[in-house]
T-cell receptor
Framework: NAGVTQTPKFQVLKTGQSMTLQCAQD?????MYWYRQDPGMGLRLIYY???????DKGEVPNGYNVSRLNKREFSLRLESAAPSQTSVYFC????????FGPGTRLTVL | QKEVEQDPGPLSVPEGAIVSLNCTYS??????FMWYRQYSRKGPELLMY????GNKEDGRFTAQVDKSSKYISLFIRDSQPSDSATYLC???????????FGTGTRLLVSP
């Protein structure tokens, strides 16, 4: 039982490049979430998916897209990366409360 | 005004001290209250989870919720250097899927 897994662990992009962050959970949870964490800002919700086939915007969705591929997987895509998207990204899934993955450290130059 | 306020610290204490971490909130609809611990370069891990007002104890940790004051606390007894981490409070109402987080308090426990 791996819980919530994220790939990659680290990534460096140049401005304008695109990439997809992958997240998978093996706890059979319906709800999944993407957050970014920045110093002094705490965890901010980017997008969430209450169930397979549905997605909704969170607090800071601009510049991101998501796909709930199936119940297990929820991916986050940056179409044209910007330096302001340099952050640590966390995926989470939820039963009674949220369980987090280990994070992806993204740097955009 | 943020929905959840939390002092960022750092809070420095000697080993063995009692630690008190706190959050205030403005949304009276919050019913579920959580504390997460986050070690450096790791994801947050759930520490305590309480519903509505009252106390909950788990080993050296006690979570306290005072809904009348919109104030929650986490107490750590006999603090250890391994408790050094950032502690995040989070809360949720019954109607939504989303958690609202505090910004986190950094705790340093020195040997």
């Amino acid at each position: 039982n791996a819980g919530v897994t994220q790939t990659p662990k680290f990534q460096v992009l140049k401005t304008g490049q695109s990439m997809t962050l992958q997240c998978a959970q093996d706890m059979n949870h319906n709800s999944m979430y993407w957050y970014r964490q920045d110093p002094g800002m705490g965890l901010r919700l980017i997008y969430y998916s209450a169930s397979e086939g549905t997605t909704d915007k969170g607090e800071v969705p601009n510049g991101y897209n998501v796909s709930r591929l199936n119940k297990r997987e929820f991916s986050l895509r940056l179409e044209s990366a910007a330096p302001s998207q340099t952050s640590v990204y966390f995926c989470a899934s939820r039963a009674d409360t949220q369980y987090f993955g280990p994070g992806t450290r993204l740097t955009v130059l | 005004q943020k929905e959840v306020e939390q002092d960022p610290g750092p809070l420095s204490v000697p080993e063995g001290a009692i630690v008190s971490l706190n959050c205030t909130y403005s949304n009276s609809a919050f019913q579920y209250f959580m504390w997460y611990r986050q070690y450096s370069r790791k994801g947050p891990e759930l520490l305590m989870y309480t519903y509505s007002s009252g106390n909950k104890e788990d080993g050296r940790f006690t979570a306290q919720v005072d809904k009348s004051s919109k104030y929650i606390s986490l107490f750590i007894r006999d603090s250890q250097p391994s408790d050094s981490a950032t502690y995040l409070c989070a809360m949720m109402d019954t109607g939504f899927q989303k958690l609202v987080f505090g910004t986190g308090t950094r705790l340093l426990v020195s040997p």
